[in-house]
């Protein structure tokens, strides 16, 4: 069926370096999307969220960017700080479908 | 603070022994989720109310079930727990007709 899929499971950034985080989707019909920040042994944590009527959206220290062309979705984390480290996941929301789908996950580590 | 919560964090259950985990919300959202995510996997929705409406996801075994006395809990109930049914389980919640979604810190289930 349909999915979220990311392109890497593991990324390893140095401190104080940007991160990339990517997503690809294969739903068209999807109009949300979400990051999640999930630390080991705790629920999904909200970062920043998309509509599908947007290209790019800004947080503090963090950029989701959103290329419907390419069914692709991105999470930048300016200046990686040691408290980053964890998994993200994206998330589509499937317009009438009143559900999320996560997607594979990529774990971040950060270097010292 | 308004929240979800889970209880209780930590569950060891015996193999085939009924377990039931619990969901509350003080959020007074509508929509009410259950997630299974095993180990270095992606949140895997298994069912869902719509305020008492229950929407089973086609691939959730009859194994799991959920009920929802109010609109302030859900639980979930696991009727024969295999070895296979350890994972994190995530409660979350959501008004429809908005995209916010709230997660609960999960419960950590373990079968022996």
């Known amino acids: 069926g349909e999915s979220v899929g990311l392109h890497l499971p593991t990324l390893s950034v140095q401190e104080g370096d940007n991160s990339i985080i990517n997503c690809a989707y294969s739903?068209?019909?999807?109009?949300?999307f979400i990051w999640y920040k999930q630390e080991s042994g705790k629920g999904p944590q909200f970062i920043i969220d998309?509509?599908?009527?947007?290209d790019k959206r800004q947080g503090q220290r963090v950029t989701v960017l959103l290329n419907k062309t390419v069914k692709h979705l991105s999470l930048q984390i300016a200046a990686t700080q040691p408290g980053d480290s964890a998994v993200y996941f994206c998330?589509?929301?499937?317009?009438?479908?009143?559900?999320?789908?996560f997607g594979q996950g990529t774990r971040l580590t950060i270097n010292p | 603070d308004a929240m979800v919560i889970q209880n209780p964090r930590y569950q060891v259950t015996q193999f085939g022994k009924p377990v039931t985990l619990s969901c509350s919300q003080t959020l007074n959202h509508n929509v009410m989720y259950w997630y299974q995510q095993k180990s270095s996997q992606a949140p895997k929705l298994l069912f869902h109310y719509y305020d008492k409406d229950f929407n089973n996801e086609a691939d959730t075994p009859d194994n799991f079930q959920s009920r929802r006395p109010n609109t302030s809990f859900c639980f979930l109930d696991i009727r024969s727990p295999g070895l296979g049914d350890a994972a994190m389980y995530l409660c979350?919640?959501?008004?429809?007709?908005?995209?916010?979604?709230?997660f609960g810190s999960g419960t950590r289930l373990t079968v022996v």
């Open positions: 739903n068209s019909a999807s109009d949300y």
């Open positions: 998330a589509e929301n499937k317009r009438g479908a009143q559900k999320l789908v």
């Open positions: 998309i509509r599908s009527n947007m």
């Open positions: 979350a919640t959501r008004t429809s007709g908005s995209y916010g979604y709230t």
